[in-house]
């Protein structure tokens, strides 16, 4: 029994190391994607909205079409660039995932808008969040992780 004990705490270890480093990997199931650096922004009790971000790395080309979680009423993928003299943030359909190719979701780029939070995001804990795929077929797959919230990015 030592050893089993051992065995599942060790690995409960790993896990948590993951989680908190903001690496993760699909499961078989699921799209094939690697995260890394992912994270959430901390928010303040009446804040209603904030945002989440991470680097993708697909083995195989994908589009990122949603993203769920039950922190917020609404989460969309999103994108915010430069229009002249005045940054627009929208709502996009799908971001496209080239097979090996590093894609940030970062502040004042691409990123995960979580809208009408149903509460704060508080510093160092953590969220659930699916991003949801679709491959080239129309098949659609889904990635479930833990986002560490943070006031600032991990290094990284």
Same mark, same amino acid.
């Given at each position: ?8 705490? @060790? ?28 994270? @959430?922004?901390?928010?303040? /009790?009446? /804040?209603?909205? =904030?945002?989440?971000?991470?680097? +993708?790395? @697909? ?10 979680? =039950?922190?917020?009423?609404? @989460? ?20 496209? +995932? !080239? ?12 990123? +995960? ?14 969220? !659930? ?14 990635? =479930? ?5 943070? #006031? #600032?990015? !991990?290094?990284?």
């Amino acid at each position: 029994m030592k050893t089993r004990r051992f065995t599942v705490m @060790a690995l409960g270890s790993v896990l948590s190391s993951f989680l908190i480093s903001g690496v993760a990997w699909a499961h078989p199931d699921a799209a094939h994607v690697k995260v890394e650096n992912a994270w @959430a922004r901390a928010s303040v /009790q009446g /804040q209603q909205a =904030s945002g989440a971000f991470m680097r +993708l790395i @697909a083995e195989e080309p994908l589009k990122l079409v949603g993203v769920e979680t =039950s922190v917020a009423a609404v @989460a969309e993928v999103h994108e915010m660039k430069m229009d002249g003299d005045v940054m627009r943030m929208r709502a996009i359909e799908s971001l496209d +995932l !080239p097979k090996g190719v590093a894609v940030d979701l970062k502040p004042g780029g691409y990123h +995960l808008m979580l809208q009408q939070l149903k509460g704060p995001l508080l510093k160092d804990s953590q969220i !659930p969040v699916t991003l949801v795929f679709k491959d080239g077929k129309g098949a659609v797959s889904r990635l =479930s992780l833990q986002l560490p919230v943070r #006031t #600032t990015a !991990p290094a990284g």
